[in-house]
């Protein structure tokens, strides 16, 4: 069964170079649960991880929603945004536009704000929901624990599930994993899914639920090349 779910994805200023990260993005378990401002706060009051998003928030005009309304935010951090930008040597957007002689992105500002909204709404979800709001996932028996189907604010159909670890010999006994899959084809839901785990979950500002993304290999958007393409149709500012 599909739920509706809706979540809202802020992000900002690019920096070409990653920033290092706090060390709880290494750990989900140091993370501190309660932030005592709206997630729009949150991400500005964290800007190794997040500063490139938090602009891109508000370039995306989703500054009310990340202040006021309750969402569920699978939150990418900077790197993803400095990997999906790139540089014409490194591959990304740059290298894209390069090679088809266009002008490359000097400042993400030069993106269309539409771009920025549509892609940031794939990781949105309406409600504030934590981990324990999400069914168990076990990837060897997706027949038996499949998670389950959400809609994204942006129209896009997700699947999120919890895995549990085996402790002590016992099965699923051990610690527990949010997981966020983009599913390429909804007409054929079971194939080529890209799943990327959760690093720290329920962070809890004001309004909605944050968690953190283990960003290694994703890009905005997921599929880089329907990214790359769009910006290149819309052309830069």
Same mark, same amino acid.
Request: hydrophobic residues 40%; glycine residues 8%; contains cysteine.
């Given at each position: 069964?599909?739920?509706?779910?809706?979540?809202?994805?802020?992000?900002?200023?690019?920096?070409?170079?990653?920033?290092?990260?706090?060390?709880?993005?290494?750990?989900?378990?140091?993370?501190?649960?309660?932030?005592?401002?709206?997630?729009?706060?949150?991400?500005?009051?964290?800007?190794?991880?997040?500063?490139?998003?938090?602009?891109?928030?508000?370039?995306?005009?989703?500054?009310?929603?990340?202040?006021?309304?309750?969402?569920?935010?699978?939150?990418? $951090?900077?790197?993803? #945004?400095?990997?999906?930008?790139?540089? %014409? /040597?490194? &591959? !990304? *957007?740059?290298?894209? +536009?390069?090679?088809?002689?266009?002008?490359?992105?000097?400042?993400?500002?030069?993106?269309?704000?539409?771009?920025?909204?549509?892609?940031?709404?794939?990781?949105?979800?309406?409600?504030?929901?934590?981990?324990? $709001?999400?069914?168990? #996932?076990?990837?060897?028996?997706?027949? %038996? /624990?499949? &998670? !389950? *189907?959400?809609?994204? +604010?942006?129209?896009?159909?997700?699947?999120?599930?919890?895995?549990?670890?085996?402790?002590?010999?016992?099965?699923?006994?051990?610690?527990?994993?949010?997981?966020?899959?983009?599913?390429?084809?909804?007409?054929?839901?079971?194939?080529?899914?890209?799943?990327?785990?959760?690093?720290?979950?329920?962070?809890?500002?004001?309004?909605?639920?944050?968690?953190?993304?283990?960003?290694?290999?994703?890009?905005?958007?997921?599929?880089?090349?329907?990214?790359?393409?769009?910006?290149?149709?819309?052309?830069?500012?």
């Amino acid at each position: 069964m599909i739920k509706n779910t809706i979540a809202i994805c802020g992000l900002v200023l690019l920096a070409f170079t990653a920033c290092k990260r706090d060390k709880y993005y290494k750990d989900g378990g140091l993370a501190q649960a309660n932030f005592p401002g709206t997630m729009l706060d949150y991400l500005d009051a964290h800007p190794a991880p997040f500063d490139t998003i938090a602009q891109v928030v508000r370039l995306a005009g989703l500054t009310d929603m990340f202040n006021k309304e309750d969402i569920t935010f699978f939150a990418p $951090d900077d790197q993803v #945004i400095n990997r999906t930008i790139g540089t %014409i /040597y490194t &591959g !990304g *957007l740059n290298s894209f +536009l390069y090679r088809r002689g266009r002008d490359t992105v000097r400042d993400i500002s030069e993106i269309d704000s539409s771009i920025w909204r549509k892609y940031l709404l794939q990781y949105i979800f309406k409600g504030a929901n934590r981990l324990k $709001d999400y069914p168990q #996932i076990d990837f060897s028996l997706v027949n %038996i /624990y499949p &998670g !389950g *189907l959400y809609y994204t +604010l942006g129209g896009n159909v997700m699947n999120i599930g919890v895995t549990f670890a085996d402790a002590n010999g016992i099965k699923y006994l051990g610690y527990r994993q949010l997981v966020l899959s983009y599913i390429p084809d909804i007409s054929n839901p079971d194939y080529d899914w890209r799943s990327f785990s959760v690093s720290s979950s329920d962070i809890k500002p004001k309004n909605g639920v944050v968690h953190a993304l283990l960003t290694d290999g994703l890009y905005l958007g997921y599929d880089p090349n329907i990214f790359f393409t769009e910006v290149y149709n819309a052309g830069l500012k």
